[in-house]
């Protein structure tokens, strides 16, 4: 009996198992190779040992090719264990890499030993027409099949792109892939078993510090109703989840596209979490708006991102200041919290466009007291890293670190698991930052999220993140940030919740 392609497929770890959601990216995957042949999914988040179940999963089945899905920061150091130790204990087995790093910085993936194949951008039909080639089940040759780049002795080989296409799959995920799927649902600030779903995929945006722009250069794809009526139903009624938190990276598209999908989940009612511009929220009509309603939106990720119009025209956001104030009044209208975020510290007017943020913020939170803040450092993805569409485009001075040398980005994946690379790409630090600003960037976040503690911490109990509150509303009211010890003190016996670290 002849044998079919059969792939293994990883996601290592990033969080902790708590926060463990749907490795949605995997599932989309395996669901286009079992049309063809068999895969596996190990989840790194939720099995913890992610090396010794790779070794096992290898041990017991033959497998073609392996599949790694990588993210910059955190998931370097994982991604890197697991593939070393492959390569390792099955040398001749080939090792892919998807996911953001590998599109974003391909070559730097690519002169790593234990990785052989890079996929840039969607997998959904570069993977199964790689496997297929990789195993014999084909005669295709490596150079047909884009989306790929990959190593022909010793030199790097980038095939054309491939363009982004919506796979509608015809039944629901496989979620049983994951073993007992109920242990994705979370309790969360929505519900109690709050799931994670990713209805549409892209943006139709071309911000140049976004790695989803980097990635779908511009273009995005949305669902059938009947399709996200079905996979919500599924989430809903099968596995009883009570809430759902979307991960597409822009949920509102335009109005007269969103209007069939507002519908669906009018009718299902499951609260939800989703990410938003304030432009589009602001051309919603009032009848959209009561579908959005009735639907229990609970909260929108908005990219604010700076009170400069000049700056938000430098990066392509495509937004003005003026409406996230507005953005902000219509969200509080409508019973939907605002999680409105910020990038600090450009490299450019530095501390005078990190001072301007933080009253901007003030502003905000006079407007919509409600609204939840989330500061970040502006870290700007480097050249290389952008769509090709967009390289050599909209550049501004180049990057200098604090002693006024140029930045030079890592040339290794084991570069980038230093911790002041996790730092850039978590928008965490950046290397231009003095000490004095880093530290009056860390106070201004303690004492405004000590005053308005997260609607989102359900760990923490009412009556600490009062008190906490209160004993930050004097330092809040008069801008006193500096050394806020007090509050750093009291914070570490109520531990509050961050959501730019943990999310939902």
Request: glycine fraction near 6%; aromatic fraction near 10%; hydrophobic fraction near 40%.
């Amino acid at each position: 009996m002849s044998r079919t392609p059969n792939t293994l497929l990883i996601n290592p770890t990033i969080t902790s198992r708590s926060s463990a959601r749907f490795p949605l990216s995997l599932l989309h995957v395996s669901a286009a190779l079992d049309k063809t042949g068999t895969s596996q999914i190990i989840d790194g988040n939720v099995d913890r040992d992610v090396v010794a179940e790779t070794l096992n999963a290898l041990r017991r089945q033959t497998f073609d090719a392996v599949g790694i899905s990588v993210m910059g920061g955190p998931q370097m150091a994982p991604a890197i264990a697991v593939s070393q130790t492959i390569r390792e204990h099955f040398p001749r087995m080939p090792i892919v890499w998807g996911g953001y790093f590998p599109t974003l910085y391909t070559d730097v993936a690519l002169t790593a030993p234990y990785v052989d194949v890079a996929i840039r951008g969607q997998g959904e039909d570069s993977m199964p027409e790689l496997v297929a080639a990789l195993g014999g089940y084909s005669a295709r040759p490596l150079e047909t099949i884009a989306g790929l780049s990959w190593k022909r002795d010793g030199e790097i080989v980038h095939n054309p792109n491939r363009r982004i296409a919506f796979h509608p799959t015809a039944s629901v995920l496989n979620y049983d892939k994951l073993g007992d799927p109920r242990r994705y649902l979370a309790r969360t600030f929505l519900g109690k078993r709050t799931a994670a779903h990713q209805a549409a995929i892209g943006c139709r945006f071309r911000c140049t510090f976004c790695g989803v722009a980097a990635m779908f250069g511009g273009a995005t794809a949305l669902p059938a109703a009947a399709q996200l009526e079905r996979d919500l139903g599924y989430l809903k009624y099968q596995l009883g989840a009570d809430s759902i938190q979307f991960f597409d990276h822009n949920f509102f598209d335009r109005e007269e596209d969103m209007i069939p999908l507002l519908e669906v989940m009018a009718r299902l009612e499951l609260p939800w979490w989703c990410y938003a511009r304030s432009d589009a929220l602001l051309k919603l009509s009032e009848s959209s708006w009561k579908l959005v309603r009735k639907s229990r939106l609970r909260m929108a990720y908005i990219g604010a991102e700076s009170p400069s119009g000049q700056m938000l025209k430098e990066i392509r956001k495509g937004t003005r200041p003026n409406q996230t104030l507005e953005v902000a009044e219509l969200c509080r209208r409508h019973g939907v919290v605002p999680e409105l975020s910020f990038m600090v510290a450009p490299p450019e007017n530095t501390e005078e466009e990190t001072e301007r943020t933080f009253e901007f913020i003030r502003e905000l939170k006079r407007i919509n007291p409600a609204s939840e803040i989330i500061v970040y450092i502006y870290t700007p993805l480097p050249d290389s890293s952008r769509h090709e569409k967009d390289r050599g485009k909209h550049l501004s001075s180049p990057l200098l670190d604090v002693h006024g040398e140029p930045v030079i980005f890592p040339k290794t994946p084991e570069e980038w698991t230093q911790q002041r690379w996790v730092d850039y790409a978590c928008h965490a630090d950046a290397p231009w930052l003095t000490d004095k600003l880093r530290q009056r960037i860390q106070d201004f976040v303690t004492v405004l999220r000590c005053r308005f503690p997260t609607a989102q911490d359900m760990r923490s109990p009412p009556w600490a993140k009062r008190a906490l509150s209160t004993a930050a509303s004097w330092r809040y009211r008069y801008r006193r940030y500096d050394r806020p010890w007090e509050l750093k003190l009291a914070d570490r016996l109520v531990k509050l919740r961050m959501p730019q670290v943990s999310g939902l």
